[in-house]
């Protein structure tokens, strides 16, 4: 079993839904990372989370330290958000976990 | 553009080569990670380095070795290359604090071994 685990591995949607990414780990953390992969492979960070919840623009971000998860949110989604989003954690003795990630793709 | 520049873009090398790969981080962050991306293994955490001095250590192999210098650019060496070596490189950087924070990620070099 890998120790960071996502859900859904694939997700399409209509344009405007509200699409929720969940992320599941096994191990104690420091800090919990979502990362967006664009198709043409760059990589941007979109939150760093140690607790509660962080928002920018329609990216909403959860974690529940005690359950061990983390959610993503994207309200109104859009075309753009296609992409393939990470879910990546450091564990308390400094190791980078990363999910496998899960691919989105929205449709107009 | 996140303002990490990593050269080259590309490289095709042959099993048993040695190639280095660069990497700059943005003005004024400390921390560079490397990191390999694979398409079987997915992403894979390599190495951090802070201020010039080893951070914390991943999944490196022996055959792999990474510095970062005064000016806090970084080098990822990758000797006795292998098929399985072929991957996107990535490095990153981040801000200060030496901590987890906010990454900010190179375009990638996309490595061939043959």
């Known amino acids: 079993k890998n120790e960071v685990e996502q859900s859904p591995q694939n997700l399409t949607a209509q344009e405007g839904e509200f699409i929720t990414i969940n992320c599941s780990y096994s191990v104690g953390i420091s800090a919990l990372h979502w990362l967006q992969q664009h198709p043409g492979g760059g990589i941007v960070s979109l939150f760093m989370?140690?607790?509660g919840k962080k928002k920018h623009g329609r990216l909403i971000a959860t974690i529940n330290i005690q359950e061990k998860h983390s959610s993503l949110h994207i309200t109104a989604s859009h075309p753009r958000d296609s992409a393939v989003y990470i879910c990546a954690v450091r564990s308390r003795d400094d190791k980078i976990i990363f999910g496998k990630g899960t691919r989105l793709h929205i449709l107009p | 553009d996140s303002g990490v520049t990593q050269t080259p873009k590309h490289l095709i090398t042959a099993t048993g080569q040695r190639v280095t790969l660069r990497c700059s981080p943005r003005?004024?962050?400390?921390?560079v990670y490397w990191y390999q991306q694979s398409l079987d293994q997915g992403l894979q955490f390599l190495i951090q380095y802070y201020n010039g001095e080893e951070r914390a250590k991943g999944n490196i192999l022996e055959r792999f070795s990474a510095q970062q210098f005064p000016d806090l650019h970084s080098e990822l060496n990758l000797s006795s290359l292998e098929l399985g070596d072929s991957a996107l490189y990535f490095c990153?950087?981040?801000?200060?604090?030496?901590?987890?924070?906010?990454?900010?990620f190179g375009p990638g070099t996309r490595l061939l071994v043959l």
């Open positions: 990153a950087s981040s801000s200060p604090g030496g901590l987890w924070e906010t990454q900010y």
């Open positions: 003005s004024g962050d400390l921390s």
């Open positions: 989370l140690s607790s």
